[in-house]
């Protein structure tokens, strides 16, 4: 039975799983969710309680969270060439590590402040929002230390890492930009986003680009009407 993503084209979250299986080129079918209808909802939220996408289903089997997903992917259904998580205890050590402080310090941070936009006026919380920001330029500065001498988030391989990274930073940097402090932070993340998952992935977010909130903080060339 084919492996079905449940997944919105515009959630960074989604994005990682996405450009995970592209990498590994395993075949799916994907199911876009629209949580904002009441029904689609509760269907999704009989699936998995947290309402929380993506989730992968195999046949009978749910499977939550990026994180596990690929570890699944790669465990289950990746073929030996295609391996986001090495079998080496020391290296995957450091892919997961990488992975989690890029879900933490700049995956969720982002999300907060894009979804601090998303609420009127009178729900907003500057406090919360400064804090993230303040998270991220954190964030930015431990990247930049962590990637000298290295191609990829976690060393040569493009790794499970990266395919946090890759999103994370994309809606970040519209948030708060890299500056000339970054320049390691700078390179890989062109690196990143001309990988042929991760390009293939942002070509098909285009489309929705038009209802991110911050979308005139987004660069031209990741826009829909770029050549
Ligand atoms: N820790 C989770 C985070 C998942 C998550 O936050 N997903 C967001 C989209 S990026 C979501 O489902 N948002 C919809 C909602 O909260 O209603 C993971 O890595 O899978």
Not at 122 to 148: F, H, N
Not at 154 to 180: I, K, N, R, W
Request: glycine share 4%; charged share 20%; hydrophobic share 45%.
């Amino acid at each position: 039975m084919a492996l079905t993503l449940y997944f919105h084209p515009l959630s960074s979250c989604c994005h990682k799983v996405l450009i995970a299986l592209y990498e590994m080129q395993i075949p799916f079918e994907g199911r876009l969710l629209n949580l904002g209808d009441e029904k689609e909802r509760s269907d999704f939220v009989a699936l998995w309680p947290t309402g929380k996408m993506p989730l992968l289903q195999d046949g009978d089997r749910v499977v939550p969270e990026t994180t596990i997903i690929i570890e699944y992917l790669t465990l289950h259904h990746a073929s030996r060439n295609y391996r986001l998580v090495p079998s080496d205890p020391d290296a995957g050590l450091e892919v997961r590590l990488l992975d989690r402080l890029l879900d933490l310090y700049v995956m969720t941070p982002m999300q907060a402040i894009v979804g601090d936009r998303l609420r009127t006026e009178a729900d907003r919380d500057p406090i919360g929002v400064a804090k993230a920001r303040s998270t991220l330029a954190m964030a930015y500065d431990m990247l930049e230390q962590r990637l000298a001498g290295r191609t990829w988030a976690a060393g040569e391989h493009f790794s499970m890492a990266d395919c946090a990274a890759a999103p994370a930073l994309f809606y970040a940097t519209t948030l708060v930009p890299l500056t000339q402090a970054h320049p390691l932070l700078a390179a890989y993340f062109e690196r990143l986003v001309t990988h042929p998952a991760v390009a293939r992935t942002l070509e098909e977010t285009k489309p929705y680009l038009q209802f991110y909130p911050y979308k005139e903080a987004m660069p031209r060339r990741f826009m829909p009407q770029a050549a």
